[in-house]
């Protein structure tokens, strides 16, 4: 293991170091030896929560001007939970969420992730 993989994994447990707002905190670190034979450290993939059924959680329909961060920090208190309303939606471009006013989006997924 280089220096730098071990400086990595033990700053931080082997679970990625990220903010406590963010999607990947408390991710679990991995190391793989890419075919140079470099070692890298790479977060494990993250499994996006079932949504819930239509009618048992909150939702909001999209007026022009909606931003996923305006939204984050007004119904979660943090700009940076933008992408809670996106796992609750399971869209693939977060920007679709937001593109067509008179949408109705979920903003949890109604199972305390988002």
Do not use: C
Not at 4 to 31: H, I
Not at 66 to 80: E, V
């Amino acid at each position: 293991m280089t220096d730098l993989t071990q400086f990595l994994l033990s700053n931080t447990d082997e679970t990625a170091d990220f903010t406590a707002s963010s999607r990947y905190n408390g991710m679990p670190l991995k190391v793989m030896t890419d075919q140079h034979g470099r070692e890298r450290v790479f977060v494990t993939r993250r499994f996006l929560p079932q949504p819930a059924q239509e009618g048992t959680v909150p939702t909001l329909q999209i007026r022009e001007g909606d931003r996923l961060d305006l939204l984050g920090a007004a119904y979660f208190a943090d700009a940076s939970l933008w992408w809670m309303i996106v796992d609750a939606n399971l869209v693939n471009y977060p920007q679709e969420l937001v593109s067509t006013p008179g949408r109705k989006i979920a903003l949890t997924t109604g199972n305390g992730e988002g």
